[in-house]
C-alpha cells in the first residue's frame, strides 16, 4: 500500500518534523486570530480507541472539525474488532471508507498490520511502545518558548515507557541529547537505545540526569494496561519524583513538560504544574495544533471537480 503513515517520528525526515513543527504553530495563530483555514473539507478521520484518553481524542476530533472535516469513534466495544474481525480485514474495509485512521492501541503490532493493509494514512495515537503524536507538541511547546532545542540537554525521569522511547527518537530527529533514569529493570527498549548510540545516557540517579538540563520531563509510573503493577511500581520509583527541587538543580531556562494525565504527590510533587517552569498546559493544548498539522500533512484534500 503506498500511503504515507505516521506511527513513529522515524517515518519523518528529521526536515518534515521541522516543518510540522514550524506549521504547528503557524496553525495556532490562526485559530487564535480566528482565521477559517477549512482544507479537509469533506475528509474524514476515523479514531479506534482501544483505551482511554481526553487529549488525543479531543484534540484529533476538535482538529478534523476545524480542518473543515469530520472524525468518528470506533471503540473495539462496539465494533466487529471487538469480536475477533482479523486487523487485516478492518484495514481493508476501513481504509475504503475513511481518509485518514487513527489508533491508540495496546500491541503496536496492531499499528503496523492495521497500515499494512491500509490504503490511507495511519497515525499512532499512543500503542505501549510509542508516543509520536505527543512529542510533536513537545518539541513545538519546546520551540514555541526557547527556540530551537539542538545542542540541548533533556531530562527524561521515571518510567522507560512509551513516552520515553519517543523521547529516544525525538532525540535522534531533532539533535538533542537524551539523559534518561529509570529504575532497574524499567529501561526503555533496547533496539531503540542502542540506534540512538552517544545520543542517550542512561543513568540511575534523577539528579544526575538533571543537572543543568534544559528540559526535564517524566509521565505516569503505571500506564495504560499495568494496573495490576501499580503497587510495585510505586515503591520502585518512589525516589524518581519530580519536585522543585531537581528543577533548581537544571538550567537556569529549564522547562518542565509531563504528557498528562498526572499524579500529583506520585511522579511529580503537589505543586509542579504550578511552578512557572512547567508548560504541561501549553503542551496540551499544542496537541490540537500539532496534529492539526500533521492531518495537513498527511490527507489529501478533496478535489473541486466532479
Ligand atoms: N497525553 C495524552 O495522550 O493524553 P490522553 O491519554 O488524555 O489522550
Ligand atoms: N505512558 C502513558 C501515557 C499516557 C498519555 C500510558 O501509556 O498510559
New binding site residues.
Given amino acids: 500500500m503506498s500511503a504515507r503513515h505516521f506511527l513513529s517520528l522515524l517515518d519523518c525526515t528529521p526536515q518534515e518534523l521541522e516543518s510540522l513543527v514550524r506549521r504547528g504553530s503557524e496553525l495556532k495563530d490562526l485559530r487564535k486570530r480566528g482565521v477559517l483555514f477549512e482544507p479537509l473539507k469533506s475528509r474524514v478521520l476515523g479514531m479506534i480507541f482501544e483505551k ?6 479531543l484534540s484529533f476530533e476538535a482538529g478534523m472539525i476545524q480542518l473543515g472535516g469530520q472524525a468518528i469513534f470506533l471503540s473495539p466495544r462496539d465494533t466487529q474488532l471487538g469480536r475477533g474481525e482479523p486487523i487485516s480485514d478492518s484495514a481493508i474495509v476501513m481504509s475504503r471508507m475513511l481518509d485518514a485512521v487513527m489508533i491508540r492501541t495496546f500491541a503496536h503490532s496492531t499499528l503496523t498490520d492495521f497500515a499494512a493493509h491500509s490504503s490511507v494514512p495511519v497515525i499512532n495515537g ?1 500503542s505501549d511502545d510509542l ?1 509520536p503524536c ?1 512529542l510533536l507538541a513537545d518539541m513545538q511547546t519546546f520551540h514555541e518558548h526557547r527556540g530551537s532545542i539542538a545542542g540541548k540537554t533533556v531530562a527524561w525521569i521515571g518510567d522507560g515507557n512509551n513516552m520515553c522511547n519517543s523521547y529516544m527518537e525525538a532525540a535522534m530527529q531533532f539533535d538533542f541529547q537524551l539523559r534518561i533514569a529509570c529504575p532497574e529493570g524499567y529501561e526503555p527498549n533496547a533496539a531503540l537505545l542502542a540506534q540512538a548510540g552517544d545520543r542517550v545516557m542512561l543513568l540511575r540517579d534523577p539528579r544526575e540526569a538533571a543537572a543543568g538540563a534544559h528540559l526535564i520531563s517524566t509521565d505516569v509510573w503505571a500506564s495504560m494496561g499495568q494496573e495490576d503493577e501499580v503497587a510495585a511500581r510505586m515503591a520502585t520509583f518512589r525516589a524518581y519524583q519530580v519536585d522543585r527541587a531537581l528543577l533548581d538543580s537544571a538550567a537556569d531556562d529549564v522547562l518542565f513538560m509531563h ?3 498526572a499524579h500529583r504527590g506520585e511522579e511529580i510533587s503537589e505543586d509542579l504544574l504550578d511552578d512557572p517552569r512547567s508548560v504541561a498546559w501549553d503542551q496540551a493544548e499544542n496537541r490540537l495544533h500539532a496534529q492539526k498539522a500533521l492531518l495537513e500533512f498527511l490527507v489529501a484534500p478533496a478535489s473541486n471537480n466532479a
Avoid at 52 to 57: D, H
Fill in positions: 482511554a484518553s481526553t487529549r488525543t481524542r499512543l508516543h505527543q504528557c498528562l494525565p
